[in-house]
């Protein structure tokens, strides 16, 4: 690790939570030479927070330990592949101003620069959760404009929508390098249209998303009440779709459900298709965090990649900040990744993640979401109105909590273990076959342990 971001790293743990530190800037790996300093980010959410919440801090406090101002360059990546950054984007700077960073200026649209390259189908690890989603975002990939127009991948946050998005673009230009992909997430579509509002050059505007080969927008929940932005997509899907220029788009949820978004926006995104991403099973997430430890050259053995893929359900993102953050103390301090150094290490955040799974909370939110009555949950009265939700209780107790059957029937009025059971296996079989039912699953999944 760079000295000088070690000692900025010291200096910062005075100053911020243990969890911020391990969370957002732990992660990040460094490299300083004599004319400014790299940060690696292992992902651009992290790079956007850092960004946001830090990069001045971070300034400020380099000016204090090096008497003079430093560039700083964030990037996606890690310091391992990387060239050295450019001379002249990178002098040092002598101390004139006050060590205040410049709100960044808003991100040009580049063409197919904006894919991460790290994100592609193969560093993509296939489960239950996302089979479908990354097959049709293969089949979009080798046939785009043909396959499914537009595609859509919906679901909850951090859970690889993003990743299969970029995959599809990336494959589509290395099959065909002429290719034009422009990638794009909602808001910097807002922002791109605000602009050209405000210089009068809709026409550019038009022309530019209208020429490329596929359009892909990340998170289009954030459309929802922009009736001008809408109203522009609206037609840009329009002419892409009528040219067979291949559009993916990612949601938060399945678009019908998104409020104020316009029905004949809803309409459209139906014409191709439309595919969950769910939340990975166990196996899925100990194999993601191997193959991302591999990926980053991290040691982790498999009892450490199940203990945290056990104890960290929420989504995949939360389980690659785990691992960043193990990764970063480990080589700070130079010890190996045991499952007693994961235990010790991650440990309040291990904590914040147990803390929601208890029975008494799966019993309240269970209510909440079905608006009944926790007394009436945990009585004796069998409507199916209470029946089925407390039947769902009983599984989530069971899923995410290391409480036995007979400790489950207990808490719930003193049922009999064998009830509980049946509970499960009711539920399990409900989920496989009832789309709704798996879609409540899910949600209250997400809530208990996001
Ligand atoms: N199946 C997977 N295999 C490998 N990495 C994965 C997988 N699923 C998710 N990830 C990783 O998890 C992180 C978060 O994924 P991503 O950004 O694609 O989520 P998202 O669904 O787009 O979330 P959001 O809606 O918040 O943008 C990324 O670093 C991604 O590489």
Known sequence: MSDLWRRCLERLEG???AEDLHTWLM?????????????????????????????????????????????????VGSSASRVPPRPASAMPRPVAAPAVAEPAPPAPVHFNHNLDPHYTFETFVEGKSNQLGKAAAMQVAMNPGRAYNPLLLY???????????????????????????????????????????????????????????ALLIDDIQFFAGKDTTQEE???????????????????????????????????????????????????????????????????????????????????????????????????????PITTEFAEETLRDLLATHAQAVTVPNIQKIVADYYQVRLQDLLSKRRVRSLARPRQIAMALSKELTEHSLPEIGDAFGGRDH?????????????????????????????????
């Open 233 to 335: 997509f609206f037609h840009t899907f329009n002419a892409l779709f009528e040219s067979k220029q291949q559009i993916i788009l990612t949601c938060d949820r399945y678009p019908k459900e998104v409020d104020k978004l316009e029905p004949r926006l809803k309409s459209r995104l139906g014409w191709g298709l439309s595919v969950a991403i769910e939340p990975p099973d166990f196996e899925t997430r100990a194999a993601i965090l191997l193959s991302k430890a591999h990926d980053k050259g991290v040691a982790v053995s498999e009892n450490v990649a199940m203990l945290l893929a056990k104890r960290i359900r929420s989504n995949v993102r939360d389980l690659e900040g785990a691992l960043n953050t193990l990764a970063a103390r480990a080589n700070f301090y130079g010890k």
């Open 418 to 450: 064998t009830t509980v059971l049946h509970a499960c296996r009711t539920i399990k079989k409900l989920c496989e076959t009832d789309t709704r039912m798996r879609q409540d699953w899910e949600q209250l999944i997400r809530i208990l342990t996001g």
């Open 155 to 213: 679901g909850g946050t951090g859970l690889g929508k993003t990743h299969l998005m970029h995959a599809a673009g990336n494959l589509m230009r290395e099959r065909n390098p002429e290719f034009k992909v422009l990638y794009l997430r909602s808001e910097q579509f807002v922002g791109a249209m605000i602009e050209a509002l405000r210089t009068k050059s809709m026409d550019e505007f038009k022309r530019r998303f209208r020429s490329v080969d």
């Open 27 to 75: 992660p990040l790996q460094a490299r300083d030479d004599t004319l400014g300093l790299q940060l690696f980010a292992p992902n651009p959410y992290t790079l956007d927070t850092v960004r946001e919440r830090y990069l001045p801090r971070i300034e400020a406090m380099l000016t204090q330990l090096t008497g003079h101002e430093l560039s700083v360059r964030l990037e």
């Open 15 to 17: 100053e911020l939570s």
